[in-house]
């Protein structure tokens, strides 16, 4: 009789389970799995990158280090999490004239696109298993989302600290539902594909990786375009390059980017010129409410219109030869 509620239970979970990976593949979403909540595998690993400085100003990584190395204790009582992939990938890029940009920003701002349709995967959850709870986190929070995306069987770590999907690549966004509910996690990926391949390593126009999967963000394209608020000195100015905002080498490199990335159909992810390709003069010259129209719904709003005017004035120095 035991034996026979236990199968029930778990023949439950399992139908629960399935019927949420197809309603997140229905919402648009490019990969789902479920990972487990135990500790981090690689906790001490954090508190060594965090005490060598290679967090830079980012503050709140420190403050966020317990929960990312426990990340049950993120959201009381959840048992697992529902990770989502979603495909943002454009194509082959053209710095043209004007100052590039990651991939990631040539449309409207992820999280709004992300956190909605992960709502809407929530209430999923809710009405598979009434009574439970959820919490959505899009790129925010104490979440280390990639490791639980490797937990849930969406691919693996990559030389260049990315999540890789075998069959995706690495440009995707990563969407995380902390929930109670009672669903079946997945294996976790456990090879790892990279090989001896070192392209991304080797392509890095600062030399920002200290060694395979140890990135010193301050020497980061993306970290001092998007996360680093002060001016810029002349070496971080040199840097930057042409690069206005993020940066893409170590993914634009990937062989498995090379072989399998393949451009969204995604109309809520559409290009948008603006910011796929932004005008430097137009950025140097534009007041802040100016800004705040053209870009408030952007990923631009991260640094926002004075970190914009730094990096355009950066760019602008470098391709003249000239100090800003």
Same mark, same amino acid.
């Given at each position: 009789?035991?034996?026979d509620?236990e199968?029930n239970?778990h023949?439950? /979970?399992?139908?629960?389970t ?5 309603r997140a593949?229905?919402?648009g979403?490019d990969?789902?799995g479920i990972? +487990?909540?135990? !500790?981090s ?13 290679y967090a830079?100003?980012? /503050? ?9 190395k426990?990340?049950a204790?993120?959201?009381?009582d959840?048992?697992v999490?529902?990770?989502?992939l979603?495909?943002?990938f454009h194509? +082959?890029t053209?710095?043209? +004239?004007? $100052?590039?940009?990651?991939?990631y ?6 999280? /709004?696109?992300? $956190? ?12 598979i298993? !009434?009574?439970?709870r959820?919490?959505?986190y899009?790129?925010?929070? !104490?979440?280390?989302? *990639?490791e639980?995306?490797?937990r849930a ?18 440009f995707?966004? #990563? $969407?995380? #539902?902390?929930?109670d ?9 456990q &090879? ?6 070192r *392209? ?11 060694? +395979? *999967?140890?990135?010193?963000?301050r ?6 375009? #998007?996360?680093? &608020?002060?001016p ?11 690069w206005?905002?993020?940066c893409?080498?170590c ?5 498995w ?5 393949? !451009?969204?159909?995604? &109309?809520?992810l559409?290009? *948008?010129a ?11 010259a ?9 870009? $408030?719904? /952007?990923a ?10 730094r ?5 602008a ?8």
């Amino acid at each position: 009789m035991k034996k026979d509620v236990e199968q029930n239970r778990h023949a439950e /979970t399992s139908r629960r389970t399935v019927a949420l990976k197809r309603r997140a593949l229905e919402l648009g979403f490019d990969g789902v799995g479920i990972a +487990s909540l135990e !500790p981090s595998a690689h906790g001490d690993e954090l508190d060594q990158w965090l005490a060598a400085g290679y967090a830079g100003t980012m /503050t709140y990584l420190h403050r966020q280090a317990e929960k990312r190395k426990h990340p049950a204790r993120i959201v009381p009582d959840a048992r697992v999490a529902v990770v989502t992939l979603t495909n943002y990938f454009h194509g +082959s890029t053209d710095p043209a +004239s004007r $100052g590039r940009v990651a991939q990631y920003a040539w449309s409207g701002d992820y999280h /709004t696109v992300i $956190g909605r349709r992960l709502e809407q995967l929530a209430t999923a959850v809710r009405e598979i298993a !009434p009574g439970v709870r959820t919490r959505c986190y899009v790129d925010a929070g !104490p979440v280390p989302e *990639r490791e639980l995306a490797q937990r849930a069987g969406l691919g693996w770590i990559g030389k260049n600290t990315m999540l890789i999907h075998p069959t995706i690549g690495s440009f995707t966004f #990563i $969407g995380v #539902i902390f929930t109670d509910a009672g669903l079946v996690p997945d294996l976790p990926f456990q &090879a790892d594909r990279c090989g001896t391949c070192r *392209r991304c390593l080797d392509a890095c126009p600062t030399e920002a990786f200290v060694e +395979s *999967r140890i990135l010193d963000a301050r020497r980061c394209i993306s970290y001092l375009t #998007i996360e680093h &608020a002060a001016p810029f000195n002349d070496d971080e100015r040199r840097m930057v390059g042409d690069w206005l905002f993020g940066c893409d080498v170590c993914q634009d490199v990937c062989p498995w980017n090379v072989t399998f990335a393949a !451009p969204t159909s995604d &109309a809520e992810l559409a290009v *948008r010129a603006e910011v796929a390709a932004p005008d430097l003069a137009a950025l140097l010259a534009a007041a802040p409410e100016e800004f705040e129209r053209r870009f $408030g719904d /952007t990923a631009f709003e991260r640094p926002g219109a004075a970190g914009l005017r730094r990096n355009a004035a950066a760019v602008a120095a470098n391709r003249q030869g000239a100090a800003p």
